[in-house]
Protein backbone atom coordinates (compact mmCIF):
# COMPACT_ATOMS: atom_id res chain seq x y z
CA UNK A 1 0.00 0.00 0.00
CA UNK A 2 1.46 3.60 -0.48
CA UNK A 3 1.11 5.63 2.24
CA UNK A 4 -0.11 9.26 1.56
CA UNK A 5 2.16 11.21 0.26
CA UNK A 6 5.05 8.58 -0.52
CA UNK A 7 5.86 9.57 -3.81
CA UNK A 8 5.60 13.55 -3.38
CA UNK A 9 9.01 15.35 -5.61
CA UNK A 10 9.76 18.90 -4.63
CA UNK A 11 10.01 20.98 -7.47
CA UNK A 12 14.01 21.24 -8.03
CA UNK A 13 13.52 24.28 -10.88
CA UNK A 14 11.22 26.12 -8.68
CA UNK A 15 13.54 25.71 -5.11
CA UNK A 16 16.65 26.53 -7.09
CA UNK A 17 14.97 29.99 -9.46
CA UNK A 18 14.80 30.76 -5.35
CA UNK A 19 18.10 30.45 -4.18
CA UNK A 20 19.14 32.30 -7.38
CA UNK A 21 16.41 35.21 -6.33
CA UNK A 22 17.37 35.67 -2.68
CA UNK A 23 21.03 35.72 -3.99
CA UNK A 24 20.77 39.18 -5.76
CA UNK A 25 20.20 40.49 -2.48
CA UNK A 26 23.48 41.64 -0.30
CA UNK A 27 25.48 40.68 -3.42
CA UNK A 28 29.12 39.85 -2.55
CA UNK A 29 32.19 40.65 -4.65
CA UNK A 30 32.85 37.57 -5.97
CA UNK A 31 29.47 35.97 -6.96
CA UNK A 32 28.53 34.71 -3.52
CA UNK A 33 26.49 37.06 -0.97
CA UNK A 34 27.42 39.72 1.75
CA UNK A 35 23.81 39.68 3.40
CA UNK A 36 24.98 40.50 7.44
CA UNK A 37 23.02 40.25 9.85
CA UNK A 38 20.33 42.79 10.68
CA UNK A 39 21.61 44.88 8.14
CA UNK A 40 19.11 46.84 5.00
CA UNK A 41 20.41 43.39 2.79
CA UNK A 42 18.84 41.22 5.50
CA UNK A 43 15.79 43.56 5.75
CA UNK A 44 15.25 43.30 1.99
CA UNK A 45 15.85 39.30 2.28
CA UNK A 46 13.34 38.91 5.10
CA UNK A 47 11.11 41.04 3.21
CA UNK A 48 11.20 38.90 -0.16
CA UNK A 49 11.02 35.66 2.59
CA UNK A 50 7.96 37.01 3.55
CA UNK A 51 6.23 37.91 0.58
CA UNK A 52 6.73 34.45 -0.72
CA UNK A 53 5.44 32.82 2.81
CA UNK A 54 2.23 34.74 2.22
CA UNK A 55 1.76 33.86 -1.12
CA UNK A 56 2.25 30.33 -0.31
CA UNK A 57 -0.85 30.44 2.00
CA UNK A 58 1.22 31.06 5.31
CA UNK A 59 0.83 33.52 8.55
CA UNK A 60 3.94 35.31 9.69
CA UNK A 61 5.17 35.46 13.04
CA UNK A 62 8.23 37.82 14.15
CA UNK A 63 10.21 37.35 18.01
CA UNK A 64 11.54 39.81 19.47
CA UNK A 65 15.14 38.89 18.25
CA UNK A 66 13.41 39.04 15.06
CA UNK A 67 13.30 35.26 13.96
CA UNK A 68 10.58 34.13 11.65
CA UNK A 69 8.14 31.60 11.69
CA UNK A 70 5.57 31.19 8.42
CA UNK A 71 2.64 28.81 9.30
CA UNK A 72 0.78 26.39 7.44
CA UNK A 73 -2.07 24.85 9.51
CA UNK A 74 -2.40 21.64 10.03
CA UNK A 75 -6.01 19.58 10.08
CA UNK A 76 -5.51 19.29 14.38
CA UNK A 77 -5.74 22.54 16.04
CA UNK A 78 -3.83 20.93 19.26
CA UNK A 79 -0.88 19.28 17.59
CA UNK A 80 2.23 20.81 18.40
CA UNK A 81 3.93 22.03 14.97
CA UNK A 82 6.44 20.94 13.26
CA UNK A 83 9.46 23.26 12.55
CA UNK A 84 11.83 23.26 9.60
CA UNK A 85 14.20 25.71 8.83
CA UNK A 86 17.48 28.06 8.89
CA UNK A 87 19.21 31.54 8.42
CA UNK A 88 19.04 33.94 5.71
CA UNK A 89 22.09 35.81 7.10
CA UNK A 90 25.52 35.22 5.33
CA UNK A 91 29.52 35.60 6.18
CA UNK A 92 30.55 39.17 4.42
CA UNK A 93 32.32 36.85 2.38
CA UNK A 94 29.72 34.46 2.17
CA UNK A 95 28.06 31.61 -0.15
CA UNK A 96 24.30 31.70 -1.85
CA UNK A 97 23.73 28.23 -0.03
CA UNK A 98 24.97 28.37 3.49
CA UNK A 99 21.57 28.54 5.82
CA UNK A 100 19.60 29.60 2.84
CA UNK A 101 19.02 26.36 1.41
CA UNK A 102 17.28 25.53 4.65
CA UNK A 103 15.07 28.45 4.98
CA UNK A 104 13.92 27.93 1.14
CA UNK A 105 14.20 24.16 1.59
CA UNK A 106 11.06 24.43 4.15
CA UNK A 107 9.44 26.69 2.24
CA UNK A 108 9.23 24.38 -1.09
CA UNK A 109 8.14 21.77 1.07
CA UNK A 110 5.02 23.87 1.66
CA UNK A 111 4.74 25.17 -1.67
CA UNK A 112 4.68 21.21 -2.87
CA UNK A 113 2.26 20.56 0.01
CA UNK A 114 -0.16 22.83 -1.73
CA UNK A 115 0.87 21.76 -5.13
CA UNK A 116 -0.10 17.91 -4.40
CA UNK A 117 -3.28 19.38 -1.85
CA UNK A 118 -1.59 17.62 1.10
CA UNK A 119 -3.06 18.05 4.33
CA UNK A 120 -1.09 17.27 7.77
CA UNK A 121 -2.39 16.68 11.24
CA UNK A 122 0.39 18.71 12.50
CA UNK A 123 1.33 22.21 11.29
CA UNK A 124 4.80 22.93 9.75
CA UNK A 125 6.55 26.01 10.55
CA UNK A 126 9.20 27.77 8.27
CA UNK A 127 11.75 29.51 10.02
CA UNK A 128 14.85 31.79 9.85
CA UNK A 129 16.93 32.37 12.71
CA UNK A 130 18.38 35.87 13.16
CA UNK A 131 22.45 35.76 13.27
CA UNK A 132 23.32 32.28 12.80
CA UNK A 133 26.44 33.43 11.70
CA UNK A 134 28.04 35.65 14.22
CA UNK A 135 30.31 37.70 12.36
CA UNK A 136 28.77 41.03 12.94
CA UNK A 137 27.70 40.48 16.56
CA UNK A 138 28.98 37.25 18.21
CA UNK A 139 28.37 34.64 19.26
CA UNK A 140 27.20 32.52 16.45
CA UNK A 141 23.45 31.22 16.56
CA UNK A 142 22.17 34.22 19.02
CA UNK A 143 18.79 34.05 18.15
CA UNK A 144 18.40 30.37 18.44
CA UNK A 145 20.51 30.17 21.79
CA UNK A 146 17.93 33.04 23.10
CA UNK A 147 15.25 31.14 21.55
CA UNK A 148 16.47 28.13 23.68
CA UNK A 149 17.23 29.84 26.79
CA UNK A 150 20.61 29.59 26.48
CA UNK A 151 21.37 33.64 26.46
CA UNK A 152 19.41 36.19 27.80
CA UNK A 153 17.37 38.66 25.56
CA UNK A 154 19.42 41.85 27.09
CA UNK A 155 22.31 40.27 26.31
CA UNK A 156 21.71 39.23 23.01
CA UNK A 157 20.52 43.22 22.56
CA UNK A 158 23.79 44.53 23.95
CA UNK A 159 25.78 42.48 21.44
CA UNK A 160 28.06 44.96 19.51
CA UNK A 161 29.88 45.24 16.44
CA UNK A 162 32.94 46.20 15.41
CA UNK A 163 31.56 50.01 15.34
CA UNK A 164 29.88 49.78 18.27
CA UNK A 165 26.49 49.36 17.49
CA UNK A 166 24.44 47.07 19.35
CA UNK A 167 22.26 43.79 18.28
CA UNK A 168 19.09 45.23 19.25
CA UNK A 169 19.59 48.62 18.10
CA UNK A 170 20.43 47.42 14.33
CA UNK A 171 17.62 44.50 14.31
CA UNK A 172 14.73 47.77 15.63
CA UNK A 173 16.69 50.08 12.97
CA UNK A 174 16.14 47.79 10.22
CA UNK A 175 12.17 47.29 11.43
CA UNK A 176 12.82 43.33 12.29
CA UNK A 177 12.04 43.42 16.34
CA UNK A 178 8.25 41.40 16.64
CA UNK A 179 6.63 41.57 19.91
CA UNK A 180 6.39 37.81 20.12
CA UNK A 181 8.35 36.69 23.49
CA UNK A 182 11.10 34.43 22.44
CA UNK A 183 11.20 31.02 23.12
CA UNK A 184 7.48 30.69 24.08
CA UNK A 185 6.45 28.17 21.24
CA UNK A 186 6.60 24.43 21.37
CA UNK A 187 7.35 22.09 19.11
CA UNK A 188 6.91 18.67 18.06
CA UNK A 189 10.32 18.16 15.94
CA UNK A 190 12.74 20.85 14.29
CA UNK A 191 14.32 19.59 10.87
CA UNK A 192 17.13 21.71 9.46
CA UNK A 193 18.78 21.02 5.96
CA UNK A 194 21.93 22.51 5.46
CA UNK A 195 24.56 22.34 3.21
CA UNK A 196 27.80 19.74 4.52
CA UNK A 197 30.15 22.52 4.24
CA UNK A 198 32.71 19.74 4.66
CA UNK A 199 34.41 17.26 1.46
CA UNK A 200 33.07 14.15 2.85
CA UNK A 201 29.48 13.55 1.44
CA UNK A 202 30.98 14.31 -2.26
CA UNK A 203 34.43 12.13 -1.52
CA UNK A 204 32.03 9.25 -0.49
CA UNK A 205 29.66 9.77 -3.81
CA UNK A 206 26.44 10.15 -1.30
CA UNK A 207 23.41 12.27 -1.83
CA UNK A 208 22.55 12.96 1.67
CA UNK A 209 24.29 13.09 5.47
CA UNK A 210 22.40 12.02 8.25
CA UNK A 211 23.53 14.06 10.93
CA UNK A 212 23.69 12.48 14.12
CA UNK A 213 25.67 14.75 16.33
CA UNK A 214 27.20 18.14 16.02
CA UNK A 215 30.74 18.80 17.02
CA UNK A 216 31.27 21.59 20.06
CA UNK A 217 32.74 25.00 19.68
CA UNK A 218 34.97 27.15 21.84
CA UNK A 219 35.15 30.99 20.98
CA UNK A 220 37.82 32.94 22.83
CA UNK A 221 38.37 36.26 22.14
CA UNK A 222 42.26 37.12 23.19
CA UNK A 223 43.83 40.88 23.96
CA UNK A 224 47.02 41.65 24.04
CA UNK A 225 48.19 44.93 25.07
CA UNK A 226 51.75 46.20 24.54
CA UNK A 227 52.83 49.94 23.21
CA UNK A 228 52.41 51.66 20.09
CA UNK A 229 55.44 53.35 18.95
CA UNK A 230 57.79 53.97 15.95
CA UNK A 231 58.56 51.05 13.87
CA UNK A 232 62.28 53.35 12.88
CA UNK A 233 63.22 54.74 15.59
CA UNK A 234 62.17 51.93 18.72
CA UNK A 235 65.09 49.70 19.97
CA UNK A 236 64.36 46.15 19.32
CA UNK A 237 64.91 45.63 23.07
CA UNK A 238 62.33 48.44 23.77
CA UNK A 239 59.43 47.11 21.79
CA UNK A 240 56.64 45.78 23.47
CA UNK A 241 55.16 44.53 20.09
CA UNK A 242 51.25 43.18 20.35
CA UNK A 243 51.16 41.74 17.13
CA UNK A 244 54.33 39.69 17.67
CA UNK A 245 52.61 38.24 20.69
CA UNK A 246 49.91 37.21 18.68
CA UNK A 247 51.85 35.40 15.91
CA UNK A 248 53.38 33.24 19.08
CA UNK A 249 50.26 32.63 20.57
CA UNK A 250 48.92 32.24 17.20
CA UNK A 251 51.56 29.36 16.12
CA UNK A 252 50.57 27.64 19.57
CA UNK A 253 46.85 27.53 18.70
CA UNK A 254 47.53 25.79 15.62
CA UNK A 255 49.82 23.27 17.91
CA UNK A 256 47.52 22.67 20.47
CA UNK A 257 44.85 21.72 17.59
CA UNK A 258 47.23 19.23 16.05
CA UNK A 259 47.73 17.78 18.83
CA UNK A 260 44.42 16.65 19.44
CA UNK A 261 44.41 15.03 15.63
CA UNK A 262 42.00 13.80 13.94
CA UNK A 263 39.43 15.07 16.35
CA UNK A 264 39.82 18.57 16.74
CA UNK A 265 40.35 22.16 14.90
CA UNK A 266 41.92 25.30 15.52
CA UNK A 267 42.20 28.43 13.98
CA UNK A 268 41.98 32.52 14.65
CA UNK A 269 39.46 34.09 11.57
CA UNK A 270 38.91 37.05 13.42
CA UNK A 271 42.04 39.17 14.10
CA UNK A 272 42.72 42.64 14.29
CA UNK A 273 45.88 44.78 15.23
CA UNK A 274 45.73 48.39 16.49
CA UNK A 275 46.42 51.25 15.45
CA UNK A 276 47.31 49.40 12.13
CA UNK A 277 49.11 51.57 10.77
CA UNK A 278 52.73 50.72 8.67
CA UNK A 279 54.75 52.60 10.40
CA UNK A 280 53.45 51.94 14.05
CA UNK A 281 54.61 48.50 16.25
CA UNK A 282 51.18 47.49 17.50
CA UNK A 283 50.29 48.15 21.11
CA UNK A 284 47.02 46.11 20.74
CA UNK A 285 46.40 43.01 19.11
CA UNK A 286 42.25 41.36 19.58
CA UNK A 287 41.73 38.02 17.68
CA UNK A 288 39.51 35.72 18.41
CA UNK A 289 40.34 31.49 18.77
CA UNK A 290 38.16 28.98 17.27
CA UNK A 291 38.49 25.53 18.78
CA UNK A 292 36.04 22.67 18.00
CA UNK A 293 36.20 18.90 18.57
CA UNK A 294 33.07 16.26 18.83
CA UNK A 295 34.74 15.55 22.36
CA UNK A 296 34.16 18.04 25.20
CA UNK A 297 36.83 17.06 26.75
CA UNK A 298 39.07 18.00 24.50
CA UNK A 299 37.29 21.66 24.06
CA UNK A 300 38.57 22.06 27.81
CA UNK A 301 42.06 20.61 27.40
CA UNK A 302 42.62 23.36 24.02
CA UNK A 303 41.05 26.48 25.76
CA UNK A 304 43.04 25.85 29.19
CA UNK A 305 46.29 24.83 26.72
CA UNK A 306 45.66 28.20 25.18
CA UNK A 307 45.02 30.59 28.61
CA UNK A 308 48.37 29.01 29.69
CA UNK A 309 50.48 29.20 26.43
CA UNK A 310 49.31 32.89 25.70
CA UNK A 311 49.97 34.17 29.26
CA UNK A 312 53.78 32.54 29.17
CA UNK A 313 53.98 34.40 25.92
CA UNK A 314 53.02 37.33 26.84
CA UNK A 315 55.09 37.18 30.09
CA UNK A 316 58.22 36.36 28.33
CA UNK A 317 57.62 39.61 26.32
CA UNK A 318 56.27 42.02 28.85
CA UNK A 319 53.25 42.43 27.33
CA UNK A 320 49.93 42.31 29.09
CA UNK A 321 47.07 39.74 27.71
CA UNK A 322 43.21 38.90 28.63
CA UNK A 323 40.99 36.62 27.72
CA UNK A 324 37.29 36.43 26.87
CA UNK A 325 34.85 33.55 26.18
CA UNK A 326 32.81 34.82 23.52
CA UNK A 327 31.02 31.92 22.15
CA UNK A 328 30.50 28.41 22.51
CA UNK A 329 28.30 24.79 22.98
CA UNK A 330 28.87 21.29 23.74
CA UNK A 331 29.25 18.83 21.16
CA UNK A 332 25.20 17.52 20.34
CA UNK A 333 23.46 14.17 19.87
CA UNK A 334 20.62 14.74 17.73
CA UNK A 335 17.28 12.97 18.65
CA UNK A 336 17.00 8.99 17.76
CA UNK A 337 13.38 9.19 16.30
CA UNK A 338 14.39 12.55 14.02
CA UNK A 339 17.67 11.06 12.96
CA UNK A 340 15.77 7.96 11.59
CA UNK A 341 12.92 9.96 9.82
CA UNK A 342 15.73 11.37 7.81
CA UNK A 343 17.54 8.31 7.15
CA UNK A 344 14.36 6.31 6.39
CA UNK A 345 13.27 9.09 4.21
CA UNK A 346 16.36 8.94 2.18
CA UNK A 347 16.32 5.13 2.05
CA UNK A 348 12.47 5.47 0.97
CA UNK A 349 13.52 7.92 -1.90
CA UNK A 350 16.37 5.92 -2.99
CA UNK A 351 19.35 8.20 -2.26
CA UNK A 352 22.88 7.02 -0.92
CA UNK A 353 23.55 8.24 2.40
CA UNK A 354 25.96 7.89 5.45
CA UNK A 355 26.13 9.26 8.80
CA UNK A 356 27.65 12.48 9.56
CA UNK A 357 29.34 14.51 12.27
CA UNK A 358 28.43 18.12 11.61
CA UNK A 359 31.70 20.54 11.24
CA UNK A 360 30.05 23.43 11.79
CA UNK A 361 27.50 25.58 14.55
CA UNK A 362 24.04 25.18 13.53
CA UNK A 363 20.87 26.96 14.95
CA UNK A 364 19.50 22.88 15.30
CA UNK A 365 22.68 22.52 17.87
CA UNK A 366 20.76 24.71 19.92
CA UNK A 367 17.34 24.09 19.15
CA UNK A 368 17.87 20.66 19.98
CA UNK A 369 18.05 21.03 23.71
CA UNK A 370 14.25 22.18 23.63
CA UNK A 371 12.81 20.10 20.95
CA UNK A 372 13.61 16.78 19.16
CA UNK A 373 16.01 17.55 16.75
CA UNK A 374 17.72 16.29 13.46
CA UNK A 375 19.62 17.56 10.54
CA UNK A 376 19.96 16.73 6.30
CA UNK A 377 23.08 17.72 4.72
CA UNK A 378 23.75 17.43 1.05
CA UNK A 379 27.46 17.68 -0.75
CA UNK A 380 28.92 21.21 -1.50
CA UNK A 381 31.76 21.16 -4.21
CA UNK A 382 35.24 21.00 -2.66
CA UNK A 383 33.67 20.90 0.84
CA UNK A 384 33.91 24.95 0.31
CA UNK A 385 32.10 27.12 2.16
CA UNK A 386 32.74 30.73 3.62
CA UNK A 387 33.63 31.33 0.84
CA UNK A 388 32.10 33.42 -2.43
CA UNK A 389 33.07 30.31 -4.63
CA UNK A 390 30.72 27.87 -2.49
CA UNK A 391 28.82 25.74 -4.79
CA UNK A 392 26.29 23.32 -4.58
CA UNK A 393 24.37 21.69 -7.90
CA UNK A 394 20.71 21.91 -8.25
CA UNK A 395 20.22 18.09 -8.31
CA UNK A 396 21.73 18.45 -4.73
CA UNK A 397 19.35 20.50 -3.42
CA UNK A 398 16.18 19.33 -4.74
CA UNK A 399 17.76 15.44 -3.58
CA UNK A 400 18.26 17.49 0.28
CA UNK A 401 14.67 19.44 0.14
CA UNK A 402 12.95 15.96 -1.07
CA UNK A 403 14.48 14.01 2.12
CA UNK A 404 13.80 16.81 4.52
CA UNK A 405 10.34 17.03 2.80
CA UNK A 406 9.66 13.27 3.98
CA UNK A 407 10.98 13.34 6.94
CA UNK A 408 8.88 16.00 7.57
CA UNK A 409 5.80 14.79 6.38
CA UNK A 410 5.99 11.37 8.37
CA UNK A 411 6.67 13.26 11.50
CA UNK A 412 3.94 15.77 10.90
CA UNK A 413 1.07 13.17 9.92
CA UNK A 414 -0.70 13.46 6.57
CA UNK A 415 -4.38 12.87 7.20
CA UNK A 416 -6.19 11.36 4.66
CA UNK A 417 -8.83 13.17 2.06
C1 LIG B 1 28.60 28.80 12.00
O1 LIG B 1 28.46 29.12 10.81
C2 LIG B 1 29.83 28.22 12.47
O2 LIG B 1 30.73 29.00 12.83
O3 LIG B 1 29.97 26.98 12.42
MN1 LIG C 1 24.89 27.95 8.19
MN1 LIG D 1 27.90 29.82 8.04
Redesign the pocket.
Known amino acids: MTAPGQNMKVDGDRLWDSLMEMAKIGPGVAGGNNRQTVTDADGEGRALFQSWCEAAGCTMGLDQMGNMFARREGTDPDALPVYVGSHLDTQPTGGKY ?1 GVLGVLGGLEIIRTLNDLDIRTRHPIVVTNWTN ?3 TRFAP ?2 LSSGVFAGVHTQDWAYAREDAQGKSFGDELERIGWKGSEEVGARKMKAFFELHIE ?1 GPILEAEGKDIGVVTHGQG ?1 SWTQVTVTGKDSHTGSTPMPMRKNAGLGMARILESVDEIAWSHKPHAVGAAGHIEVHPNSRNVIPGKAIFTV ?1 FRSPDLAVIEDMEARLRDAAQKICDDMGLEVAFEKVGGFDPVEFDETCVAAVRNAAERLGYSHMNLIS ?4 DACWINRVAPTAMVMCPCVDGLS ?1 NEAEEISKAWAAAGAEVLLHAVVETAEVTEG
Open positions: DEEGAMQLDGAGHH
